[in-house]
């Protein structure tokens, strides 16, 4: 089976199409970019059909002058494609885009401009021929990633490039060769450009690997995660407890790497034990170090720190209640009402995600994780059996509500009414049995005369 075959087969109609039209015009036309590289690599890789290909972009010899960078997004029946004219680069005045783009003739010259060789390879979908003249295929074979010509430029052209290198590591398996490896820590001049979203970006497509720890690793081992999150770096080489068989750091590898392919928990996983440098004590009495109060460090770390990257409001509120939250120390000895006030306090939308990162937590310990899993298993029954009682978890769950008060027990609009459904609130968590109408009317009446 020759190294096209997979992309041979693959090619959608609709792109052969414009391949096709394209050729009739007079003009050349290949597929460009991640799609033909991750096809070639699914070849290598033996692997099964996924059905999901990717975007599929187009490079083409046709002149397309009136539209910026020579880019036109053609809309087909079943999808859309990027159509862009073959072309070269300037200078990067600002290490993050050309100053300006020239069309060339020649598709080598399109690929030279790329950032890895790797992604430097095009395909004729009607000949049937690769175009690789910077040799991706030996590198995706070797699986190494290597920059396109002198690593040092490509990454001072835009300093993103470094980032990607290291998601690549982990998205696609590969090693850095040599020489790209050097060339990444003496462009962190450029890396310090990069916007915080196309960082955030990178982080939440660097998720969706199999071990994301390994593109953190290269972050951490070369410079991008001081400049990103210096807050990190206080866990390399922090010491745990008996406890543990890693550091702080590889802890969070591992939790990272064992949570669900969910970017939300999978972040969660990185940050969850970051505030544990800043908690550190040494206790006499047990003979080892402690950690107090480390999930609430941990999250008034993190809130920033996600500010800083431009995650979205809901993402960082999720991955902040995932850290402050993520230490459970369940045992048999907890009641029902035990249970009831911890769904409370960590609010019922949140448990399946804790449960999560907890058996990832457990895991990551490098210890005999058999009793905590049992522990949070029997968690998860508790927690079922209080919900199927119909237990109350917020005021919405009460038997009555602000306008029954007003209506029933002459209470006035204000802030009484919050109060007084706070408190039934407490009381019924305590006593679900108490959640009747009748019940809260007698126990409110007795608190708003109070």
């Not at 010491?239 to 928990?265: F, I, S, T």
């Not at 769904?343 to 005999?368: H, M």
């Not at 029954?404 to 609130?425: F, N, S, Y």
């Amino acid at each position: 089976m020759s190294d096209t075959t997979r992309l041979k087969n693959n090619v959608p109609g609709e792109v052969r199409e414009l391949c096709s039209r394209l050729r009739e015009g007079g003009f050349r036309s290949w597929i460009v970019g991640g799609c033909v590289r991750d096809q070639l690599l699914a070849e290598l890789n033996g692997q099964a059909e996924s059905g999901n290909h990717g975007d599929w972009d187009i490079a083409t010899s046709a002149r397309t002058e009136q539209v910026q960078h020579g880019t036109v997004t053609v809309l087909a029946k079943e999808s859309s494609y990027e159509v862009t004219t073959l072309r070269g680069e300037t200078t990067y005045s600002d290490g993050r885009r050309p100053d300006g783009v020239y069309f060339v003739d020649d598709i080598k010259d399109d690929l030279a401009r790329r950032d890895f060789t790797i992604n430097a390879i095009a395909y004729d979908p009607l000949d049937d021929q690769l175009i690789d003249p910077f040799d991706g295929m030996v590198d995706l074979r070797a699986r190494l990633l290597r920059a396109v010509g002198d690593p040092a430029v490509r990454f001072a052209e835009d300093g993103l490039r470094v980032l990607r290198a290291a998601r690549f590591v982990a998205t696609l398996e590969v090693e850095l060769e040599a020489a790209t490896e050097r060339a990444i820590e003496p462009s962190l001049d450029s890396y310090c450009k990069v916007s915080a979203e196309r960082v955030r970006d990178e982080w939440l497509k660097t998720t969706k690997a199999k071990q994301p720890s390994r593109a953190f690793e290269v972050m951490k081992d070369h410079g991008l995660l001081a400049i990103t999150a210096p807050e990190l770096m206080e866990s390399v080489g922090c010491e745990q407890n008996r406890y543990h068989a890693y550091d702080v750091w590889g802890h969070a590898m591992h939790c990272l790497d064992n949570c669900p392919k969910n970017p939300v928990l999978r972040l969660a996983g990185l940050l969850h034990d970051v505030g544990k440098p800043r908690s550190r004590a040494f206790s006499d009495k047990t003979d080892d170090y402690t950690f107090y109060e480390h999930e609430r460090i941990g999250a008034e770390i993190v809130g920033p720190l996600l500010d800083r990257l431009r995650f979205s409001n809901d993402e960082r509120a999720h991955i902040v209640a995932l850290v402050r939250h993520h230490l459970v120390c369940y045992d048999e000895t907890w009641s029902d009402s035990a249970v009831r006030r911890w769904i409370r306090r960590v609010s019922p939308e949140l448990v399946e995600d804790l449960y999560a990162l907890n058996e990832a937590d457990v895991r990551a310990k490098g210890k005999d994780p058999s009793l905590d899993l049992t522990h949070i298993t029997q968690l998860k029954a508790h927690v079922a059996k209080v919900i199927a009682q119909g237990a109350a978890f917020n005021v919405k769950d009460l038997a009555i509500d602000g306008r029954i008060l007003m209506t029933e027990l002459g209470a006035k609009p204000g802030p009484d009414i919050g109060r007084v459904l706070r408190a039934l609130l407490e009381e019924v968590v305590d006593d679900p049995t108490l959640n009747t109408k009748e019940a809260l009317l007698e126990r409110a009446r007795a608190l708003l005369q109070s």
